[in-house]
């Protein structure tokens, strides 16, 4: 999750304000909870001079852990063991149960300094005039709804990806099969709402792929809610309680991972059901040609990948860089995989792009992959390269306990590092002794 820059915005006032007044002079300052505004509060502490001492949070399986390069604590225990005085900062739709907490632990409500996101801000949600609003989406959507599918026959069903991520179609694609044959679904359509989804479906062999707008995706899982898999014949492939909670289940449970929240959560499938893979043309020409075109050297070629769509990177540039000359000096050509005006090559690498379905084969003839962690990870990840996968503390779209490569099975010999602001230079010098340091491999 991205915050609203409206949100950002309120976050580096209030901090900037309450500088201003004194609040964190000669205190401890805290956060409290390992919530998506946690790296924009630290960002906002720092442009005022300020460093984060800890986060306080509820999830015994978060404590005594780190995040955002700092120790994470139960509410309790840390004022147990520290009586110094403390600012603590809340930002969360809990803010009240949060500062009703701290103040029976002895931090007064004016050691507090509350952040009112929109997300905390309580809107009227019981109003007539909301709930005919909300009906109104609903029939719009059922409307598009049939619409969609008028040309289906009646025991068609539609898949919907309602995230335009690539790393959560691939997941549901690869037990998709397992899924139909199970239920005995013959006909159906898997419905994306961007176009890297579509490629990403296409992969797996998927012939009927809809693409669709975000609000008719909304308008039918409106739809849906109000009137379920009875009426109609739609399986949303959501994972986090999308109906009832809204919010990542497992952020509360870090030892459940991506893949396990599709095997279980989306498909109620079993342990050990055969998952499909990617199908690798390998009497593709594609890459030879596209090394050639490009003058990279194959297998002594490092190709990095550092953007990522579902969350905004804190590794600067200049720490791609860094990593890329110390690789060039070592004999090895760097190109930066990147497309569109918004992504940039690393300074003193070579662009490259290429299409999904030729992935593999290009970074087996590569050699290496160094890459912030994307979907594009999920659809290398059978690639015979090697690879180093970068994750970042503290943000819950890139956090290795919930995405790691190796834990949900997709490979077994990815060298994964988690960047901390903190810890920069020895992220620096891991990643590329990952890529020097093993033994020379096999051409893929």
């Known amino acids: 999750m991205i915050a609203r820059e ?5 976050i580096r006032d209030v901090i900037a304000a309450e500088a201003n007044e004194g609040k964190f ?3 401890k300052v805290l956060i409290f909870g390992c919530t998506p505004y946690a790296r924009d509060i630290r960002e906002a502490l720092w442009e005022q001079g300020i460093g984060l001492d800890a986060i306080l949070d509820n999830n015994t399986q978060k404590a ?3 995040c955002l390069g700092v120790p994470v604590y139960l509410p309790e225990r840390y004022f147990e063991k520290d ?5 603590v900062i809340l930002c969360s739709k809990y803010h009240r149960e949060m500062a009703a907490q701290l103040e029976g632990l002895g931090c007064g409500r004016q050691s507090c300094v509350d952040i009112p996101v929109k997300e905390s801000r309580k809107e009227e949600e019981d109003s007539l005039e909301n709930l005919q609003e909300k009906l109104g989406q609903a029939e719009n959507g059922y409307r598009f709804y049939q619409k969609l599918r008028e040309e289906d026959s009646a025991d068609f069903w539609l898949f919907l990806c309602p995230y335009p991520g690539t790393g959560d179609i691939y997941m549901a694609c690869m037990y998709l099969d397992a899924y139909l044959e199970r239920e005995g679904i013959k006909d159906y359509a898997v419905v994306v709402t961007a176009e890297s989804c579509r490629r990403t479906a296409a992969l797996f062999g998927i012939e009927d792929i809809r693409k669709i707008t975000q609000d008719e995706m909304d308008g039918m899982l409106k739809a849906w809610e109000f009137f379920g898999t009875e009426k109609m014949r739609i399986k949303p492939l959501l994972y986090w ?3 009832t909670k809204r919010y990542l289940y497992a952020d509360e449970y870090p030892q459940i991972t991506f893949n396990e929240m599709f095997l279980y959560d989306v498909f109620d499938l079993v342990k050990g059901v055969k998952r499909k893979r990617l199908t690798v043309d390998r009497g593709s020409c594609y890459a030879q040609e596209l090394f050639a075109e490009l003058k990279l050297v194959p297998h002594r070629t490092v190709i990095m990948a550092p953007y990522a769509g579902s969350f905004v990177s804190e590794m600067g540039m200049e720490v791609w860089e860094w990593i890329a000359e110390r690789l060039t000096k070592a004999g090895w050509t760097v190109a930066t995989n990147c497309n569109g005006d918004t992504e940039k090559p690393v300074p003193g690498t070579v662009p490259v792009w290429f299409p999904y379905k030729e992935a593999v084969r290009v970074l087996e003839y590569a050699g290496a992959f160094i890459a912030l962690r994307s ?3 999920d659809i290398i990840s059978q690639a015979d390269c ?3 996968i970068l994750y970042e503390s503290g943000v819950n779209a890139a956090r290795y306990e919930y995405f790691s490569l190796n834990r949900m099975g997709l490979t077994s010999d990815a060298v994964e590092l988690v960047y901390e602001r903190e810890k920069e230079e020895a992220l620096k010098r891991e990643t590329v002794k990952a890529v ?4 020379e491999r096999k051409p893929g």
Do not use: F, M, N
């Not at 009586?83 to 600012?87: C, F, G, L, M, V």
């Open 6 to 10: 409206e949100d950002q915005k309120i």
């Open 25 to 27: 002079a000669g205190r």
């Open 64 to 66: 005594d852990g780190t």
């Open 83 to 87: 009586s110094d005085a403390a600012t």
């Open 241 to 243: 309680g999308w109906r």
């Open 375 to 377: 979907g594009l990870c």
């Open 386 to 388: 090697r690879k180093v």
């Open 436 to 439: 020097l340091g093993s033994s």
